[in-house]
């Protein structure tokens, strides 16, 4: 395997504890640029270390590792990691105190960060950035609030407290998934608002966040009909024309995972993942799905990820002056806010 291969579009996922062969050969894939990691590749901190290493060692540059660890239903490792609490409690002690939430979320962020930039994981797709309207089961407390204003501010938080660890976020899921009541993962939701009404509510906190330096969005599997007949992440309306063009995002768009159900109107995976790159994303997801991974890999036709973008996404935990005394801080900060 050339040691300089460049990273490309696509990022995989892995099956157990550490890689096999056929995983270490998917992985040296010119078209494949990065891992993400769930609960079942967790046994314990010292074997997920490993894990990242052995993933680290295959490439050069390096693959990116990444995972979802949002905190409350969506941490994928709990033994020896802090457990994150859903962002809806944080929202709830806005209502009560809003600088303490904003400090609270903040440390939340550095720990968060800190703890997986030490176990070999450059980033987590998170925040949350979904407006919680009452309709939808799937995104529920992972949401903030229903304000998003407040989400704004308290996501500008968690996302300050990442950086600062070495961090960079992903917000999700553009432009919102919170309107519908369908689970992309296993339905093709339909949000029938305007143009309008999605910029006044769902828009802020992007509007308000991208300035400030997100590094990365994750598009919804949601279709907006009155905006385009394509769900978010296979529409070049809501990626080049509203999120790169109007609101000046320059950062790393992922698309969701392209096995979910949502993802289904595109095609076959190739068609999934051709029409996503096409639309604008820089990485498509592929998950749960060895053979359609494999599929995807042979048949796309795709050059390599925009190194600038790539590069913002790399964890620097190695760059963190003091970071034991303020992961400590971080964590008593949390606790003593949440229990």
């Known amino acids: 395997m050339r040691p300089d291969l460049a990273l490309g579009p696509v990022m995989a996922d892995v099956q157990g504890l550490s890689l096999d062969a056929a995983e270490r050969e998917l992985l040296g894939h010119p078209l494949v640029g990065g891992v993400v990691l769930f609960a079942r590749n967790f046994e314990s901190p010292a074997q997920l270390r490993r894990l990242t290493s052995e993933i680290r060692a295959l490439r050069h540059p390096e693959l990116l590792i990444a995972v979802d660890h949002e905190g409350g239903r969506v941490q994928r490792f709990k033994e020896g990691f802090t457990l ?5 409690r944080i929202g709830d002690l806005a209502d009560r105190n809003t600088p303490m939430a ?16 030490s176990h070999g994981i450059d980033f987590s797709f998170a925040p949350v950035l979904d407006v919680d309207f009452g309709a939808s089961s799937v995104i529920g407390d992972r949401a903030f609030a229903a304000s998003p204003a407040l989400i704004a501010e308290l996501a500008g938080a968690l996302l300050r407290g990442m950086d600062g660890a070495g961090m960079a976020g992903v917000g999700k899921h ?12 296993v339905a093709v939701p339909v949000d029938d608002r305007d143009l309008a009404d999605i910029e006044a509510a769902d828009l802020v906190p992007y509007r308000r966040l991208i300035p ?5 969005v994750m598009p919804a599997h949601v279709i907006y009909p009155r905006v385009d007949s394509k769900p978010a992440g296979f529409s070049e309306i809501w990626l080049k024309r509203i ?10 768009i992922f698309s969701d995972d392209l096995s979910m159900e949502g993802a289904s109107v595109a095609g076959d995976i190739v068609a999934r993942g051709e029409s996503a790159l096409a639309a604008g994303c820089d990485m498509v997801l592929v998950c749960n799905a060895p053979d359609r991974a494999s599929q995807l890999l042979e048949g796309l036709r795709a050059g390599t990820l925009p190194e600038a973008r ?12 003091g970071a034991d005394r303020q992961y400590a801080a971080a964590v008593r900060a949390l606790r003593e806010a949440l229990g």
Not at 84 to 88: F, G, N
Not at 212 to 216: E, S, V
Request: charged share 20%; proline share 3%.
């Open 174 to 185: 553009f432009p919102g998934h919170g309107h519908v009541r369908a689970d992309s993962h």
């Open 102 to 117: 904003c400090e609270t979320a903040q440390a939340a962020g550095c720990v968060l960060a800190m703890e997986l930039l």
């Open 243 to 252: 999120l790169r063009g109007k609101l000046g995002f320059e950062g790393m």
């Open 84 to 88: 994150i609490p859903a962002m809806r």
């Open 212 to 216: 400030l330096g997100l590094a990365g």
């Open 310 to 321: 790539a590069g913002r996404m790399r964890g620097r935990r190695a760059g963190v002056a």
